[in-house]
């Protein structure tokens, strides 16, 4: 019998085998190998393939129906399971061992993949447990599978190396904190955030517990954080503020409508908290860009739920020529009622959140939220593989886009400029 050359070939595992696993698994494939007549002559060897009573166990062991394929790279063959991991096999020329037969070898090959696929088989590890929360409705407007594709794009399979745990207060703030205390309950690994208000609860609920924000208006003016560099403590993510946006919106309306020159602003003047400064903050760098564009801009402030109706009729009667709505959590919630008042006085409105131009507003520019949704995966990958979120910058977005519900024009009887059609991301039609 010519024994099992050493080194036929080697493995490496992606992810690292169970060596236990694999130890036991080609030990037991060698004592078939070690038996007197495994292989003591070719006629032995026909006899045997002919009878399946007498065939090794181990041929019998199918591989995954959807894997492994075989797959050339560089003088080696990648074996590859359904679940997406592999190992590479380094082939060494059959000339450097001429006693093996062909049987031998393919024999050997059988053995060296049972022992793998029994290593893939082993549990991966922990299951992490991703808390979401937010303020808003469910279905949100960047979905979920958004942020779980990011995930997966990252080498993490729901429901295999993690499992969601989403929470939405359906437009309720006030149902936040026991939903933030039910996470924590949970012991989930991290908590990912929509919002603004989400994160200030997930902060107030846990001082431990990761928390990645997504979509955060303003981290610091909100008090979330102190610092965006380095924001310490257990929190970080993504700011949705960028210095620009609120001149870009109104260049926007600029240049579809060259004439116009006065603009209401409508935003959250709520009591001073930590929720209403964003709001604060955009008005600011609003009034700012039409001093610079000779734009008068009217402030039309709001805080309570029988007020909006009333200060969009002020702002018509002061000569508002068009409408911008500042996004937060209140003007959100009254999202239908703004969008039917513009469209009854035809007044053309820019909108900061694209729920407004999916529920039939005209035009919206602000962060693309589902950038932000994935860069959000990238800070839980990190997390999750051992950094501290205290260390991880908070960034602001890199992405935005314009949305236009052209079918919400033709009703207005606006002429959108074909300028202004290229550069959209998305038409509605």
Request: charged letters at 20%; one cysteine or more; glycine letters at 8%.
């Given at each position: 019998m010519?024994?099992?050359?050493?080194?036929?070939?080697?493995?490496?595992?992606?992810?690292?085998?169970?060596?236990?696993a694999?130890?036991?698994?080609?030990?037991?494939?060698?004592?078939?190998f070690?038996?007197?007549?495994?292989?003591?002559?070719?006629?032995?060897?026909t006899?045997?393939?002919?009878?399946?009573?007498?065939?090794?166990?181990?041929?019998?062991?199918?591989?995954?129906t959807t894997?492994?394929?075989?797959?050339?790279?560089?003088?080696?063959?990648?074996?590859?399971?359904?679940?997406?991991?592999?190992?590479?096999?380094?082939f060494?020329?059959?000339?450097?061992?001429?006693?093996?037969?062909?049987?031998?070898?393919?024999?050997?090959?059988?053995?060296?993949?049972?022992?793998?696929?029994?290593?893939?088989?082993?549990?991966?590890?922990?299951?992490y447990r991703?808390?979401?929360?937010?303020?808003?409705?469910?279905?949100?407007?960047?979905?979920?599978?958004?942020f779980t594709?990011?995930?997966r794009?990252?080498?993490?399979?729901?429901?295999?190396?993690?499992?969601?745990e989403?929470?939405?207060?359906?437009?309720?703030?006030?149902?936040?904190?026991?939903?933030?205390?039910?996470?924590?309950?949970?012991k989930?690994?991290?908590?990912?955030?929509?919002?603004?208000?989400?994160?200030?609860a997930?902060?107030?609920?846990t001082?431990?517990?990761?928390?990645?924000?997504?979509?955060?208006a303003d981290p610091?003016?909100?008090?979330?954080?102190s610092?965006?560099?380095?924001?310490?403590?257990?929190?970080?993510?993504?700011?949705?503020?960028?210095p620009?946006?609120?001149?870009k919106?109104?260049?926007?309306?600029?240049?579809?409508?060259?004439?116009i020159?006065?603009?209401?602003?409508?935003?959250?003047?709520?009591?001073?908290?930590?929720?209403?400064?964003?709001?604060?903050?955009v008005?600011?760098?609003?009034?700012a860009a039409?001093?610079?564009?000779?734009?008068?801009?009217?402030?039309?402030?709001?805080h309570?739920?029988?007020?909006v109706?009333?200060?969009?009729?002020?702002?018509?009667?002061?000569?508002?020529?068009?409408?911008?709505?500042?996004?937060?959590?209140?003007?959100?919630?009254?999202?239908?009622?703004?969008?039917d008042?513009?469209?009854?006085?035809?007044?053309?409105?820019?909108?900061?959140?694209?729920?407004?131009?999916?529920a039939?507003?005209?035009?919206?520019y602000?962060?693309?939220?589902?950038?932000?949704?994935?860069?959000?995966?990238?800070?839980?990958?990190k997390?999750?593989?051992?950094?501290?979120?205290?260390?991880l910058?908070?960034?602001?977005?890199?992405k935005?886009?314009?949305v236009?519900?052209?079918?919400?024009?033709?009703?207005?009887?606006?002429?959108?400029?074909?300028?202004?059609?290229?550069?959209?991301?998305?038409?509605?039609?």
């Open positions: 010519n024994p099992i050359p050493p080194n036929i070939f080697t493995s490496r595992m992606v992810p690292a085998p169970d060596r236990a694999r130890t036991l698994a080609t030990s037991s494939c060698s004592s078939m070690s038996a007197p007549s495994a292989f003591s002559s070719d006629r032995e060897s006899a045997r393939r002919s009878n399946a009573h007498r065939r090794p166990a181990y041929r019998n062991a199918a591989l995954p894997g492994p394929a075989v797959l050339p790279a560089a003088g080696r063959r990648l074996a590859r399971a359904s679940d997406g991991t592999g190992v590479w096999l380094d060494q020329s059959s000339t450097r061992c001429p006693g093996m037969d062909r049987r031998t070898f393919f024999d050997v090959l059988a053995c060296e993949l049972l022992a793998i696929t029994g290593a893939i088989a082993q549990p991966a590890g922990k299951l991703i808390g979401y929360l937010s303020a808003g409705a469910n279905p949100p407007a960047v979905p979920l599978a958004v594709d990011a995930l794009d990252l080498g993490w399979i729901e429901r295999k190396t993690f499992v969601l989403p929470r939405f207060a359906d437009n309720h703030p006030d149902r936040l904190a026991e939903l933030a205390a039910e996470l924590v309950r949970l989930v690994d991290v908590i990912v955030t929509r919002g603004t208000l989400a994160p200030l997930a902060k107030r609920a001082s431990t517990i990761p928390i990645v924000m997504t979509s955060t610091m003016g909100s008090g979330i954080v610092n965006l560099a380095r924001p310490g403590g257990n929190i970080t993510g993504l700011s949705m503020n960028s620009e946006l609120a001149g919106r109104l260049q926007l309306l600029k240049d579809m409508f060259p004439g020159a006065t603009v209401a602003v409508l935003w959250n003047d709520a009591s001073p908290n930590e929720a209403n400064q964003y709001p604060a903050l008005f600011a760098q609003t009034e039409g001093r610079t564009l000779g734009i008068r801009i009217l402030s039309v402030p709001v309570d739920e029988s007020g109706q009333k200060a969009l009729d002020a702002a018509l009667r002061n000569g508002a020529g068009g409408l911008i709505t500042i996004e937060d959590p209140f003007t959100n919630n009254h999202r239908a009622e703004i969008i008042f513009a469209a009854r006085h035809r007044l053309p409105a820019m909108y900061g959140l694209r729920e407004f131009v999916d039939g507003g005209l035009l919206s602000g962060a693309h939220l589902a950038d932000l949704s994935r860069r959000g995966a990238q800070y839980v990958d997390i999750l593989k051992g950094a501290n979120p205290g260390d910058p908070i960034e602001q977005p890199t935005f886009e314009l236009i519900n052209l079918k919400t024009a033709m009703a207005l009887d606006i002429t959108i400029p074909q300028s202004i059609l290229v550069r959209a991301d998305e038409v509605i039609r």
